[in-house]
């Protein structure tokens, strides 16, 4: 079943949770590749990572900024005070007062000498005052040389790779505890149908030992003790059922799913085929290991950002060269733009706001060396810090490689010993039955107690849960021994057709 279709029967299912959902292994990893709680943190970090790239890459492209601004002068001192270029601007105004003095006596001016005029002018005007200036500009800066900017876009990407790694690893961890879960649910069930089965035989030697007692051929001590072991089955099986309940439950957190829906397993534990490989060499399976686990190439990543790092810092003894250009439009516009004579006159006509007098535009280029040449040693104590951590992020990936190795050796032990214990309890389950056959027959033909069956019967039932404990610890083991090569796990089997199992059918 492809992927959209187990995310439309799963919207279904999540729509109407009385219905159960059929699952079998493949869709069961296949759904949580897509609703894993874990993997979807891990694709969101790696979305934060591929951002992060993107931002670091933007330190070496060239910003374009605009600034605007009005400003409203009320008060400006005079830029001349306290010079002699103040005195310039006394002279035009005398020689504008004595001229308006001669030409026009109603005005009550008298021509008067220069140094009385200067004398009665006060100090700290300011004819350069406008009341109103606006400026605007476009600013572009473009980084020509920054060792800290390319060593940052090298540490953005070895981030993105490690997070890439890091999805590889939630990938495959998701698939290892759904795998692992599910087959849990799988034993779960098998372990009930055998609790319900020794049940079903428990009640029918009651109900045989009630009617030898009542016919007069047994003691009650019979009776008493077969309803004594068909109580203890009971309780197994209660236990049993809540076990499976609670292994579904654990399932359907590890799948995403809601804990009201309903589950229908599909599939058993098969354990290995008649045609068996021969066991991988160790050797081979550790290289193998070391070449492909996700999780010791993230730590390798790791290490090497923390060198990217020490490059980021060192990077700091280096100048940075910048190149600049600014465009800029400034206006000095003047309350009153009236036109004025020689002698400040008015001539009864007036400036536009946008006229040439009044604004004007600028353009420069250039380059900015900026270089820090003493920071207090700040810059050497972190990079001794970052090249700490680059060794013990060394030393790190070197303890992970040990634990590869080990767990790979554990893993190839653990399939070994699951396949010696199937084949040692397949042949113990066969003699199981057999004895509880004879065991039976001889309690029919009256030359056998109802202990001896009981017996048979206790003995059958614990062979059965060991085979079933053995051919689920196979499959786990080679679930766990195909994450420990860095594989991720798939169902050993081939897909079940459309008609379901029994889940866990015992043998």
Do not use: C
């Not at 694709?43 to 670091?56: D, F, H, I, P, S």
């Not at 534990?269 to 008649?274: L, Y």
């Not at 040693?377 to 060394?394: N, V």
């Not at 053995?470 to 860095?486: F, N, T």
Request: net charge negative; glycine share 8%.
């Amino acid at each position: 079943m492809s992927i959209p279709a187990i995310l439309a029967l799963l919207s279904v299912a999540q729509t109407t949770t009385e219905s159960p959902l059929r699952l079998s292994l493949a869709e069961a990893l296949e759904i949580a590749l897509v609703e894993n709680y874990s993997l979807r943190q891990a694709k969101e970090n790696l979305a934060v990572a591929e951002a992060q790239t993107r931002q670091a890459w933007g330190t070496v492209y060239p910003t374009l900024d605009f600034t605007a601004s009005y400003q409203r002068n009320i008060v400006a001192a005079n830029p001349f005070a306290g010079s002699s270029a103040g005195n310039t601007f006394g002279v035009l105004g005398w020689l504008i007062a004595n001229e308006s003095a001669r030409t026009d006596p109603a005005s009550g001016l008298m021509v008067q000498p220069l140094d009385q005029y200067l004398a009665g002018q006060g100090s700290g005007g300011n004819p350069f005052l406008i009341e109103n200036q606006f400026r605007a500009g476009l600013s572009l800066n473009q980084i020509i040389y920054s060792g800290s900017a390319i060593a940052a876009i090298r540490s953005s990407k070895l981030l993105t790779q490690g997070s890439e790694a890091g999805l590889d690893r939630g990938a495959q961890r998701a698939l290892h505890e759904t795998a692992r879960a599910f087959y849990g649910s799988l034993l779960a069930a098998a372990q009930t149908e055998v609790f319900e089965a020794s049940v079903a035989r428990a009640k029918e030697a009651a109900r045989e030992a009630a009617e030898r007692v009542q016919r007069g051929v047994s003691p009650e001590l019979d009776r008493l003790s077969a309803e004594v072991e068909l109580a203890n089955q009971e309780t197994q099986l209660v236990e049993s059922r809540l076990a499976r309940r609670n292994a579904e439950d654990a399932l359907k957190v590890v799948l995403g799913l809601p804990p009201q829906q309903a589950l229908e397993l599909v599939g058993e534990i098969k354990g290995p085929g008649v045609d068996r490989p021969a066991p991988p060499d160790e050797a081979e399976a550790v290289e193998d290991a070391l070449a492909h686990r996700p999780d010791y190439a993230e730590a390798q990543i790791a290490a090497e950002l923390f060198e990217a790092d020490e490059d980021i810092t060192a990077a700091r003894y280096l100048p940075t060269l910048t190149g600049f250009a600014n465009l800029g439009l400034v206006g000095s516009v003047p309350d009153d733009r009236t036109i004025r004579d020689l002698f400040g006159e008015p001539t009864g006509e007036t400036e536009g706001f946008f006229s040439s007098n009044y604004w004007f535009g600028d353009l420069n280029l250039g380059v900015r060396l900026s270089w820090n040449l003493f920071d207090g040693f700040r810059t050497s104590g972190e990079l001794d810090q970052r090249e700490a951590e680059t060794r013990r992020a060394r030393i790190q990936t070197e303890q992970l490689a040990a634990a590869i190795r080990a767990e790979v050796r554990m893993a190839l032990r653990a399939l070994v010993g699951a396949v010696e214990r199937i084949d040692a309890q397949s042949k113990n389950v066969s003699r199981a039955e057999l004895n509880y056959a004879h065991a039976e027959a001889r309690v029919g033909e009256g030359v056998a107690s109802a202990l001896e069956l009981r017996s048979a019967s206790s003995q059958l039932d614990l062979t059965r849960l060991s085979y079933l404990r053995a051919l689920h610890d196979y499959e786990v083991a080679l679930v766990d021994y195909q994450v420990a090569l860095g594989r991720r796990p798939s169902p050993v089997s081939p897909s079940p057709s459309t008609e379901p199992h029994p889940a866990g059918s015992t043998p």
